[in-house]
Nanobody
Framework: QLVESGGGAVQVGESLTLSCAAS????????LGWFRQAPLKDYEEVASIGLDGATTYADSVKDRFAISRDNANKILTLHMSRLKPEDTAKYYC???????????????????WGQGTQVTVS
């Protein structure tokens, strides 16, 4: 089970940090990702992190967002800076069983999802 927190309403240029707490075992064996969905739009990859800490980012958030994982505490984090109105969306964390050298980026590759947390930038 994944539970997101940290969403809210912020102004343009501000920062926000999202957290995703996982329950269960073997957190370190999962690839993890953040996705978002704006109204009337499809799910969009935000960032992903693999078993070895390798990361990928959507071009739209590169150099502004940072994904990290804490395997000991089973927490996934997304630090968002210089937020823009187009970042407004519901943000979801997701996990999937993984292997070394693989870093899935598509929503369909992830099998466990949180309920989401809303981020509004105005």
């Amino acid at each position: 089970q994944l539970v997101e927190s940290g969403g809210g309403a912020v102004q343009v240029g501000e920062s926000l940090t999202l957290s995703c707490a996982a329950s269960g075992s073997n957190f370190e064996n999962y690839c993890l990702g953040w996705f978002r969905q704006a109204p009337l739009k499809d799910y969009e990859e935000v960032a992903s992190i693999g078993l070895d800490g390798a990361t990928t980012y959507a071009d739209s958030v590169k150099d502004r967002f940072a994904i990290s994982r804490d395997n000991a505490n089973k927490i996934l984090t997304l630090h968002m800076s210089r937020l823009k109105p187009e970042d407004t969306a519901k943000y979801y964390c997701a996990s999937t069983t993984c292997r070394q050298g693989w870093l899935p980026r598509f929503p369909s590759s992830y099998h466990t999802w949180g309920q989401g947390t809303q981020v509004t930038v105005s």
